[in-house]
């Protein structure tokens, strides 16, 4: 299989510069075990940075103290997380948008901050990535389709956002519109789903620190076919939710018409949170395949109420019929 | 003509099951040597289910070919290509039984049952067991022509099983390019089944 890289320039390492998954989940699981990262932030920083698979510009970060932000399961092989994707902008085969990024450009971009805010307007990139300090993530991904990744996020909490721009009282949801350039990508105009993508947050889901504004994977900035340059990731729903190259916020007070919602609502709920005891009306959530950890023939491990992050986010839906609002 | 002696020869059949069985072997191969890509689980059940609609299609391609071409030797390699398509529809199930299910017969039949993707899939490799298990010489001649010719056209039930399947499955990635490939091709070779029987 031809794998292409996408170096955008400055970076060309050698291959013994580069330290395996393997190697930097031991460092990180010790520095984890022995309870410093304190000093993990404070001093061995460059250990972390070391896991850069030399891909693509760095993106340097600390690990994030964010309760059950540092996921201690093993990571998914870098190659994994990289050609194995659900981008329909790209394509529907999840090795589509590996082959067929090659077009796109994520610089320079900017996100439009609209609807019902008091500080509206236009963010370029380069602003919004010094709204916070860049913080290291460690999160499982549940899709869908029954498959599972652990990946090293790189990016703030999106409430950062949220407050510095001031929504107004009235503001119940948060809607994230992606970029849906035909000349760019060449799945925009099929009829698979209503252009752009669009997803969306209740505005308490949306604040809960766990909601990560995403800028980079493995120590890197974020690769094309992951949803360059500024994504989304919520790791207690299923992976569509985490809108991926998005152009647009907008706060508003009715509830987001999501793409996959629309596409079809008995299949794809507003809410989408993982939930092992709701099924998809074509295959069971009660348990996922962990992609590049279990081999063919391991029994398929279960899957978490709330993607394991229910002692977090639990509380957000306290009282709510789950199976009716799926 | 030159090319309808070759379909009489002893070598045809060897020569057409040896070309059926290579994209099996190559599963096989890319099975051992991890070529099946991020998920192989999901890639052997997607490719053993591409082969079987394929080999469904040009089974069922043999009779109009052979009436449109006047190949009468294109029959004798009927039973070869509906055998194999039956072998790779088997596999396929098991790739779901066994990396999707893990073995578990209750929870198989319970998702068999549960959910109507599965139920359309297993239907369609249900109604291809009365063929394989009647696609010998003796068995023919037990039944008789007639009742033999009645019982197969069984995998008329199976094409349109087989694509609803794929149909629900892929309404999922609500993306059904590929599904109407092989609907327009079974589609024409039912169509010219229909115009056949009416003029015959």
Not at chain 1, 281 to 296: C, H, K, N
Not at chain 2, 142 to 156: E, I
Request: with cysteine; glycine share 6%.
């Amino acid at each position: 299989m031809l794998i292409k890289t996408f170096k955008d320039g400055f970076v060309h390492p050698v291959p013994s510069e580069i330290t395996s998954p393997q190697v930097y989940q031991n460092r990180r699981q010790w520095l984890l075990n022995a309870g410093l990262s304190g000093l993990a932030a404070a001093g061995f920083e460059a250990l972390a940075q070391t896991a850069r698979p030399g891909e693509l510009p760095p993106l340097p970060a600390k690990p994030s103290t964010v309760a059950a932000a540092m996921a201690t399961d093993t990571l998914t092989p870098y190659k994994d997380a990289t050609t194995y994707n659900n981008f329909y902008e790209f394509g529907t085969d999840k090795l589509d948008p590996v082959r067929n990024v090659r077009h796109f450009v994520v610089s320079p971009w900017s996100v439009e901050i609209e609807g019902m805010v008091k500080k509206p307007g236009r963010m370029h990139l380069e602003d919004l990535l010094k709204v916070s300090a860049m913080e290291e993530r460690i999160y499982r991904m549940r899709c869908v389709e029954g498959w599972s990744m652990v990946m090293p996020w790189v990016g703030y909490s999106l409430s950062e956002l949220i407050k510095r721009v001031e929504p107004l009282g009235s503001a119940k949801f948060v809607e994230f519109v992606t970029l849906a350039d035909p000349k760019t990508m060449p799945y925009v105009g099929s009829r698979v789903l209503s252009w752009p993508y669009v997803e969306g947050l209740r505005m308490d889901e949306a604040m809960h620190p766990l909601t990560l504004l995403t800028f980079g994977l493995y120590g890197e900035v974020l690769p094309k076919q992951n949803g360059a340059p500024v994504r989304l990731n919520v790791p207690w729903k299923y992976g569509f939710k985490n809108a991926k190259s998005i152009v647009k916020i907008r706060f508003t007070d009715k509830q987001p018409a999501t793409a996959w919602n629309k596409a079809a609502a008995n299949e794809y709920g507003f809410y989408s949170n993982v939930n092992p005891n709701v099924d998809h009306p074509r295959w069971s959530q009660a348990t996922e395949r962990r992609i590049g950890e279990d081999g063919l023939l391991t029994k398929k491990r279960k899957t978490l109420m709330f993607n394991g992050y229910e002692a977090q986010v639990g509380q957000l839906y306290a009282g709510m019929d789950l199976a009716k609002n799926f | 003509m030159r090319w309808r002696d070759a379909l009489m020869s002893a070598w045809a059949k060897p020569v057409l099951a040896l070309l059926l069985a290579l994209p099996m072997a190559w599963l096989v191969y890319a099975t051992f040597n991890n070529l099946l890509g991020p998920n192989p689980a999901e890639s052997l059940s997607r490719q053993t289910g591409d082969w079987t609609l394929r080999g469904l299609c040009l089974v069922l391609a043999i009779t109009p070919l052979r009436v449109l071409l006047q190949a009468p030797g294109l029959l004798r390699l009927r039973r070869t290509v509906g055998v194999a398509t039956f072998v790779y529809a088997c596999v396929h199930l098991l790739c779901y039984a066994w990396f999707d299910q893990g073995l578990d017969l209750t929870e198989l039949w319970r998702d068999i049952l549960k959910r109507p993707f599965i139920w359309l899939g297993f239907s369609a490799w249900v109604l291809m067991l009365p063929l394989a298990a009647t696609s010998f010489t003796s068995a023919i001649r037990w039944l008789g022509g007639r009742r033999w010719q009645a019982l197969h056209r069984l995998v008329y039930g199976a094409a349109l099983l087989s694509v609803l399947h794929f149909f629900w499955m892929r309404t999922g990635k609500n993306d059904f390019a590929e599904v109407w490939v092989y609907a327009a091709i079974l589609g024409s070779l039912m169509l010219w089944r229909v115009w056949w029987w009416r003029h015959r």
